[in-house]
C-alpha cells in the first residue's frame, strides 16, 4: 500500500471551496486533474454517502478505469472516495482558517503485486500527480471565485 499527501492554502471562503470540489465534483474533478479523460456518475440524484461514479484516466503511460463510492460527505468538513473495482481510498479534507481554505489530500492505493518492485516510483508518482492536482485546484478555485482586488477610487 502506498500513501500520498499533499495540502493547499486557496484564497476562498471554505463554503465555496467544499462546493467548488465536493458539490460540483463531476464538473470539475476532471479539470484539477487532468489525467482523468472521463468521468460519469452510475447513481442518479446528488452527490453523497453511497453514490457512485466511473473514471477513466491516463496516468504515467497507462489507462485505468475504476468505479468508485462516496463512502463520507460531511459538508465543509470531509469528502472521501473509494474504489469498488480497485482498492484505492482518495480523502479530501477542509479546514477554515481566517477567510481561506487548507485543503488537504491523501490517496492510499494496493499497488499490483507485479508493481512492487517498482513500489518506490509509483510512490514518487503518485506523489507528483496529488501535488499537481492540489496546484491545479488552488489555482482554479482562486482564478474563479476570488473576486478581483478592486482599484482605488482615483484609479491609482
Not at 477567510?99 to 507485479?114: D, G, H, N
Not at 508493481?115 to 474563479?144: C, H, Y
Request: glycine share 4%; proline share 8%; net charge negative.
Amino acid at each position: 500500500m502506498i500513501k500520498t499527501a499533499s495540502e493547499a492554502l486557496i484564497e476562498c471562503p471554505l463554503e465555496e471551496v467544499f462546493r467548488f470540489v465536493a458539490e460540483n465534483f463531476v464538473l470539475n474533478y476532471p479539470r484539477w486533474s487532468p489525467e482523468v479523460r472521463d468521468l460519469e456518475a452510475l447513481t442518479d440524484g446528488p452527490f453523497q454517502v453511497g453514490w457512485i461514479g466511473r473514471q477513466v484516466r491516463f496516468d504515467h503511460d497507462r489507462w485505468s478505469d475504476s468505479q468508485f463510492r462516496v463512502s463520507v460527505f460531511e459538508p465543509g468538513r470531509q469528502l472521501t472516495l473509494e474504489g469498488i473495482t480497485d482498492t484505492y481510498r482518495i480523502d479530501y479534507r477542509f479546514e477554515p482558517i481566517e477567510t481561506r481554505t487548507q485543503v488537504s489530500f491523501v490517496l492510499e492505493l494496493e499497488i499490483a503485486p507485479t508493481l512492487r518492485p517498482f513500489e518506490q516510483m509509483v510512490q514518487q508518482a503518485a506523489q507528483n500527480t496529488g501535488d499537481r492536482m492540489m496546484s491545479n485546484l488552488k489555482w482554479l478555485i482562486e482564478e474563479e471565485l476570488t473576486p478581483p482586488a478592486s482599484e482605488p477610487p482615483d484609479g491609482r
